[in-house]
């Protein structure tokens, strides 16, 4: 059983930058893949990046390439998304995911525990 906290979610405005974090407890992380996605009003939830245990693998959304970084300290038992030039339509409730699987995936299914939340507002 693992337990994610999301934090670091706001205001902010376009072109400004956020940094999500998630932080674990009753595992350590270092056995799971870690995601984050987002879904935003009337949409479905989205893959935003993925991250495998070690670090050495990272994938990203094409929306988000270029802008967004996925990161994982295992010793801190934390994720984090390091959010740069953010757009409006970034604009959703972001969450972090973990995944025991053997190969990094995209798919919400295949993600085992969730955490809450974080919200994250774009102003334009």
């Known amino acids: 059983q693992v337990q994610l906290v999301e934090s670091g979610g706001g205001l902010v405005q376009a072109g400004g930058s956020l940094r999500l974090s998630c932080a674990a407890s009753?595992?350590?992380?270092?056995?799971?893949?870690m995601g984050w996605f987002r879904q935003a009003p009337g949409k479905e939830r989205e893959f935003v990046a993925g991250?495998?245990?070690?670090?050495?693998?990272?994938n990203y959304a094409d929306s988000v390439k270029g802008r967004f970084t996925i990161s994982r300290d295992n010793a801190k038992n934390t994720v984090f998304l390091q959010m740069n030039s953010l757009k409006p339509e970034d604009t959703a409730v972001y969450y972090c995911?973990?995944?025991?699987?053997?190969?990094?995936?995209?798919?919400?299914?295949?993600?085992?525990?969730w955490g809450q939340g974080t919200q994250v507002t774009v102003s334009s």
């Open positions: 991250i495998s245990r070690s670090s050495g693998s990272l």
């Open positions: 995911a973990a995944d025991g699987s053997a190969v990094l995936s995209s798919a919400p299914s295949r993600y085992d525990y």
């Open positions: 009753g595992r350590t992380i270092s056995n799971y893949r």
